[in-house]
C-alpha cells in the first residue's frame, strides 16, 4: 500500500524558472509532512517540512503547500538553480517515529 | 542537522558471507535509529526501527534473522546482513531520529554488492 506517491519520477526545468515537485498520500493520519532532498550516493537530507494544520510554509526559495482535502501537497523551488539538480522525497509522519517516503521525483536544472 | 556517518560506504562481498554496516550519530544523542534500504528508482524502504538498549522493530517482510541489528549506544547502531545473497545487493541507509523532532538526519549510505 503506497501510502505517499509521488507520480512523476522526473521533472526537467529551466534555470530560474519555478520548479513544482508534487505530492499525494492516502493516510489521512499523517500529521506531519517533510521534503527530503537526495544527492547520488549520500543519504537524503531535510529540505523542509509543514504541518497538517498549516497550508504553506516558506523557506527562502522553498514553499511547500499542503492541500489537506485533496490529499496533495507540493514543493515550488523558485527560482530554480543548477544545484537543486537532485532526487526529491516527500515523506509523511503519523506522530511516531515511522515516516513513510515516496519514491521520489528527479529534477534536472538546466544552465 | 546533525551529522551522522556510515561505514563502510561501500562493500562487496561473496554469497554466504555476513557484513556489518556501521552507523554513528557524531554530534547527536539518537534515541532512535532507522535502517532503510533504497532499490534503483524506488523509495526509501524502511526496514527497521531501533531504540537504544532495546530489541529493534521490523517492518513487515523483513526477516529479523537476517538484518540483525544492534543499537548498543546512543550513538551506534549496527546491521548484519548475514548470509547474504545477490538479492540482498542494495543501498542501506541509516538515520537517526529523535523524541522532539520529526526530522530524520541521514547518514551517506552504504552500497552493498553481494557476487
Known amino acids: 500500500d503506497q501510502q505517499v506517491k509521488q507520480n512523476s519520477p522526473s521533472l526537467s526545468v529551466q534555470e530560474g524558472r519555478i520548479s513544482i515537485l508534487n505530492c499525494d498520500y492516502t493516510n489521512s493520519m499523517f500529521d506531519y509532512f517533510l521534503w527530503y532532498k537526495k544527492y547520488p550516493a549520500e543519504g537524503p537530507t531535510f529540505l523542509i517540512s509543514i504541518s497538517s494544520i498549516k497550508d504553506k510554509n516558506e523557506d527562502g526559495r522553498f514553499t511547500v503547500f499542503l492541500n489537506k482535502s485533496a490529499k496533495h501537497l507540493s514543493l515550488h523551488i523558485v527560482p530554480s538553480q543548477p544545484g537543486d539538480s537532485a532526487v526529491y522525497f516527500c515523506?509523511?509522519?503519523?506522530?511516531?517515529?515511522?515516516?513513510?517516503f515516496g519514491a521520489g521525483t528527479r529534477l534536472f536544472v538546466k544552465a | 542537522g546533525a551529522v551522522v556517518s556510515q561505514h563502510p560506504s561501500r562493500v562487496i562481498c561473496k554469497s554466504g558471507t555476513s557484513v556489518k554496516i556501521e552507523c554513528r550519530s557524531l554530534?547527536?544523542?539518537?534515541?532512535?535509529m532507522f535502517w532503510y534500504r533504497q532499490f534503483p528508482k524506488q523509495s526509501l524502504m524502511l526496514m527497521a526501527t531501533?531504540?537504544?538498549?532495546?530489541?529493534?522493530?521490523?517492518e513487515q517482510g523483513v526477516e529479523k534473522d537476517k538484518f540483525l541489528i544492534n543499537h548498543a549506544s546512543l550513538t551506534l547502531s549496527t546491521l548484519t546482513v548475514t548470509s547474504a545473497h545477490p538479492e540482498d545487493s542494495s543501498f542501506y541507509i541509516c538515520s537517526a531520529g529523535s523524541s522532539t523532532s520529526y526530522e530524520q538526519y541521514f547518514g551517506p549510505g552504504t552500497r552493498l554488492t553481494v557476487t
Open positions: 554530534d547527536f544523542q539518537a534515541t532512535t
Open positions: 531501533s531504540n537504544e538498549g532495546s530489541k529493534a522493530t521490523y
Open positions: 515523506a509523511g509522519n503519523t506522530g511516531g517515529f515511522k515516516t513513510i
